[in-house]
Nanobody, 126 residues
Framework: QVQLVESGGGLVQAGGSLRLSCAAS????????MGWFRQAPGKEREFVAA????????FYADSVKGRFTISRDNAKNSVFLQLANLKPEDTAVYYC???????????????????WGQGTQVTVSS
């Protein structure tokens, strides 16, 4: 059974930082591209960042480029998202996702991911 478990969310002031983690089990982690998405109340789930299987290639939404950094540790079956210079509009539930071919088929598309975590709340106060 595949499980993706996010952690590291919380309440932070604008300009602050957080580090999200996602621990994967039940799959061969290094065979999957990994992504982070977020969903704010009343809004659709949106792409944040993605990383290829070996961590060579990364992708970012324009809204987070230069502020967020995605990384992975295949030895620990984990993917991370470092959030810096946070803004109130970054408030959302953040989800990690695994997709076997997401980088090739479109890393920003929800449908290209096979497995999803339950999410972790990030709240940025002004």
């Amino acid at each position: 059974q595949v499980q993706l478990v996010e952690s590291g969310g919380g309440l932070v002031q604008a300009g602050g930082s957080l580090r999200l983690s996602c621990a994967a089990s039940g799959l061969t982690f290094s065979n999957y591209d990994m992504g982070w998405f977020r969903q704010a109340p009343g809004k659709e789930r949106e792409f944040v960042a993605a990383i290829s299987r070996r961590g060579v290639t990364t992708f970012y939404a324009d809204s987070v480029k230069g502020r967020f950094t995605i990384s992975r540790d295949n030895a620990k079956n984990s993917v991370f998202l470092q959030l810096a210079n946070l803004k109130p509009e970054d408030t959302a539930v953040y989800y990690c996702a695994a997709g076997r071919s997401a980088v090739v088929t479109g890393p920003g598309r929800v449908v290209n991911y096979d497995y999803w975590g339950q999410g972790t709340q990030v709240t940025v106060s002004s």
